[in-house]
């Protein structure tokens, strides 16, 4: 079939639940030099932000504003001692060994897609990637090691500028497409689930104007319950207005979109 379109994913939230690893790793890790914990409203808050795509970062920030607000005598770590305590929580091993080592948060990770989601897209003539924020170690790790895809098409931290640079986004793209992006190349549609990724979005259409990028949001998996609908609601109200051209109510609603999109 012919490729109609290609569809690149953020990882965190989008392909796996981070609510048990990532960002439980980032409020103990707070916890740790502050003596005070953020909620998960606090973390998504931040990320509301558009500029926290960074976990060791916000890490950080939320110490530094802690500090500030509740006038606290504690000194400021430096990112070195945030990154060994996030690493030692979310991996509880070194990221270098073995996975079979591995006994941190990571192991709580819940996958929200199967390898059969991907091999769907392909019979509908999408290509597919991943852009995302997560260490190259975590990101295998989920594609390969847990969803069983082989070599897939990547760009993880330290392989482009953080977004909500679009260095990445454009980068695999043009990977992908096999050229120069414009009129004559094929949609291409992002899917994420923070402000930061709807940014980078739009900063790829301003780079490259002659381009259909498609911005596709979807709330974390944390805010899927009924009992936080409100939280939902305001939370995708909050990737609409940033830019998002598609909102999801599920990560699987990817198997039948409506492909006049692309």
Same mark, same amino acid.
């Given at each position: 079939m012919?490729?109609?379109?290609?569809?690149?994913?953020?990882?965190d939230?989008?392909?796996?639940?981070?609510?048990?690893?990532?960002?439980?790793?980032?409020?103990?890790?707070?916890?740790?030099?502050?003596g005070?914990?953020?909620?998960?409203?606090?973390?998504?808050?931040?990320?509301?932000?558009?500029?926290?795509?960074?976990?060791?970062?916000?890490?950080?920030?939320?110490?530094?504003?802690s500090?500030?607000?509740?006038?606290?005598?504690?000194?400021?770590?430096?990112?070195?001692?945030?990154?060994?305590?996030?690493?030692?929580?979310?991996?509880?091993?070194?990221?270098?060994?073995?996975?079979?080592?591995?006994?941190g948060?990571i192991?709580n990770?819940?996958?929200?897609?199967?390898k059969?989601?991907?091999?769907?897209?392909?019979r509908?003539?999408?290509?597919?990637?991943?852009?995302?924020?997560?260490?190259?170690?975590s !990101?295998?790790?989920? &594609?390969?090691?847990?969803?069983? +895809? =082989? %070599?897939?098409p /990547?760009?993880?931290?330290?392989?482009?500028?953080?977004k909500?640079?679009?260095?990445?986004?454009?980068e695999?793209?043009?990977?992908?497409?096999?050229?120069?992006?414009?009129?004559?190349?094929?949609?291409?549609?992002?899917?994420?689930d923070t402000?930061?990724?709807?940014?980078?979005?739009?900063?790829?259409?301003?780079?490259?104007?002659?381009?259909?990028?498609?911005?596709?949001?979807?709330?974390?998996?944390?805010l899927?319950?009924?009992?936080?609908?409100?939280?939902?609601?305001?939370?995708?109200?909050?990737?609409?207005?940033a830019? !998002?051209?598609?909102i &999801?109510?599920?990560?699987?609603? +990817? =198997? %039948?979109?409506? /492909?006049?999109?692309?």
């Open positions: 012919k490729n109609i379109g290609l569809i690149l994913f953020d990882i939230g989008v392909i796996r639940s981070v609510e048990n690893s990532y960002r439980l790793s980032l409020k103990k890790t707070v916890f740790k030099f502050s005070w914990e953020p909620s998960y409203m606090d973390i998504d808050n931040a990320k509301n932000e558009g500029i926290w795509n960074n976990d060791w970062d916000l890490s950080l920030e939320f110490i530094k504003r500090k500030k607000k509740r006038n606290l005598n504690i000194e400021i770590p430096s990112r070195e001692e945030i990154v060994q305590c996030f690493e030692e929580l979310y991996f509880g091993g070194d990221p270098n060994e073995d996975s079979k080592y591995w006994s948060y192991t990770e819940e996958l929200l897609v199967d059969n989601f991907f091999d769907l897209l392909e509908n003539g999408i290509i597919w990637g991943f852009v995302s924020g997560a260490e190259s170690a !990101a295998k790790f989920v &594609l390969e090691k847990r969803l069983g +895809l =082989k %070599s897939p /990547l760009i993880s931290m330290g392989d482009a500028p953080d909500p640079d679009p260095t990445g986004l454009i695999l793209s043009k990977k992908l497409t096999g050229g120069k992006l414009g009129t004559s190349s094929i949609p291409i549609g992002y899917v994420g402000i930061a990724d709807i940014n980078t979005v739009m900063n790829a259409k301003k780079e490259i104007p002659s381009q259909k990028f498609i911005s596709i949001g979807i709330a974390p998996p944390h899927h319950s009924k009992s936080r609908l409100d939280e939902r609601n305001s939370y995708e109200k909050n990737l609409q207005d830019g !998002a051209d598609l &999801l109510n599920s990560i699987n609603d +990817l =198997k %039948s979109i409506n /492909l006049a999109l692309f």
